[in-house]
């Protein structure tokens, strides 16, 4: 883990020197290309033959769709604690996003004019849980709930063929929510699915969930075909601590967060050099214990950096600058740095909220920005299904009174069509 002692100065171009994210690599852009242009061709045919590529798995359009008497066979294969565990957990992330729920609004703007705005869920949402080494029934609870809650009527799941079967608490998850048009097709192919429609899986409108570079760069190809919910990349945290917080504590957060991925950015940001060097000594001697130790080892070597500050003033400045997925305050009285962090997906506040209570069971979704985007995205919630649209009730007498003014304005703009629309309506009225 490297340490960066920005303590003589506070060198934001150094920081974003150290923290560039590579472009997505043109083989994958491209093969990625390739695949959705033959779905889009083929349908059906293409995603069957991806899927023998791909997953070694001899996939026919009859066996896409997931029976719901399947899912709940798979179901039964859970450990019944965990599954009271995750019935639990949904329960919080219900209960959190029922309070983002916000009503349709009109008001009177004088003259017989009304203006509003109309919420209305989108139809149709395919959620994309990954398989392999990332399958996480949470990614069910974290996408699924904030589209039931937001009133979405379809929600369809894509996860690779073998999914349910490996890990029967995804599909205890799906038979909790009732979820239960769920198709096996993963990857590109899955997105590509989802986006276009083939003859078995009917297209939806949004497309949501986490996955390898293969799935954003899919999402990202269909992005205008469908809605999406953003770009995730590798996973990330920022520990802001002092020398109240346990080393050990400190270190067990950041290797929570590498062995994701090998990608995985683990950052601490202190102004205690005693805690850099007791932190670094703690990530080598817990990375024998985890196993997923290989991944979090090269994430580690690769992306982790202790980030020295002069203050505590500098870490707030360097914490917005970055803007993480997560961040972690590890101190004794940390309102006074958290209350100042604007760019965060989230931040966790104290030394007994480490990321992974967010992660499975407090109850915002874990579907957070990330690569910095946290500057300029939110993280995954009840608005993110549901389309606004405008309401506007005009009258004869605000025709009368405003009509003027727009005519000269759509003259003004050229627009000779736009102004006789209003001169015929006010020389009726």
Not at 166 to 193: C, S, T
Not at 216 to 227: E, H, L, M, P, T
Request: hydrophobic fraction near 45%; charged fraction near 25%.
């Amino acid at each position: 883990m490297r340490i960066v002692d920005l303590t003589a100065e506070l060198n934001l171009r150094e920081v974003d020197d150290l923290l560039a994210a590579g472009d997505v690599e043109q083989s994958v852009e491209a093969a990625v290309s390739e695949i959705l242009k033959d779905i889009r061709n083929r349908g059906d045919v293409a995603i069957c033959e991806f899927t023998k590529r791909f997953d070694a798995f001899d996939l026919t359009p009859d066996m896409m769709r997931v029976a719901p008497e399947h899912i709940e066979k798979y179901a039964g294969d859970a450990d019944d604690e965990l599954v009271d565990i995750v019935r639990h957990a949904a329960q919080n992330i219900r209960d959190f996003h029922e309070q983002q729920t916000e009503e349709s609004w009109e008001y009177y703007a004088g003259d017989g004019i009304r203006l509003g705005l109309r919420r209305t869920p989108i139809a149709s949402v395919g959620i994309y849980i990954p398989g392999g080494k990332a399958s996480y029934p949470s990614s069910v609870l974290m996408n699924a709930i904030p589209a039931q809650v937001a009133g979405v009527e379809r929600i369809v799941v894509a996860t690779p063929p073998r999914s349910l079967e490996e890990n029967p608490l995804v599909a205890a998850a799906l038979k909790l929510l009732g979820v239960n048009e769920v198709y096996r097709i993963g990857g590109a192919q899955a997105i590509g699915a989802l986006a276009y429609g083939t003859a078995t899986v009917p297209r939806v409108q949004k497309i949501v969930g986490p996955g390898n570079p293969y799935v954003q760069s899919a999402k990202r190809q269909v992005f205008g075909i469908v809605d999406i919910d953003m770009l995730a990349g590798p996973s990330e945290v920022a520990v802001v601590a002092d020398e109240t917080c346990d080393p050990a504590w400190i270190a067990a957060d950041l290797l929570a967060q590498a062995e994701h991925d090998e990608m995985a950015g683990a950052w601490l940001i202190t102004w205690s050099r005693e805690v850099a060097a007791s932190v670094f000594d703690e990530v080598q001697a817990q990375l024998e214990l985890l196993d997923r130790s290989a991944i979090a080892r090269t994430a580690i070597i690769n992306n982790g950096i202790t980030f020295l500050v002069a203050s505590e003033d500098d870490a707030i400045d360097l914490v917005n600058h970055i803007a993480p997925e997560h961040v972690e305050v590890l101190m004794a009285e940390p309102e006074h740095v958290s209350d100042k962090i604007e760019n965060a997906g989230a931040v966790f506040i104290g030394r007994y909220a480490p990321t992974a209570v967010g992660d499975y069971f407090a109850g915002p979704s874990h579907v957070l920005p990330t690569n910095r985007t946290a500057r300029f995205f939110s993280p995954l919630g009840v608005a993110d299904f549901l389309k606004r649209t405008n309401l506007i009730r005009y009258s004869g007498r605000g025709i009368e009174r405003f009509g003027d003014m727009i005519e000269k304005f759509a003259l003004a703009e050229g627009l000779t069509g736009h102004a006789r629309s209003i001169t015929i309506r006010r020389h009726k009225a």
